[in-house]
């Protein structure tokens, strides 16, 4: 996954979780989960996990 981290390019594609990176043009929604997740909701109804580490890093591309 670190690989595919760097080389993606980081205005589009952000790790949310240890184990996803998604595409930030896909995201519909980000909705509260458990005490410090989120779970994104992508225009496909695919619900992926977000970290606490990685919703910083998506609110800022996002630019939230």
Known sequence: MSYFE???????FVR???SYIINVQQ???ID?????SHLCI???GAQV???KAG???LKAVLGL
Not at 32 to 36: A, L, Q, R
Request: aromatic share 8%; proline share 11%.
């Open 27 to 29: 995201v519909t929604r």
């Open 16 to 18: 949310t979780h240890r």
């Open 32 to 36: 509260p989960y458990e005490k410090d």
């Open 55 to 57: 919703y910083v890093k």
């Open 42 to 44: 992508l225009s496909s």
């Open 6 to 12: 760097h080389v993606l390019d980081p205005n589009r």
């Open 49 to 51: 996990p977000v970290s």
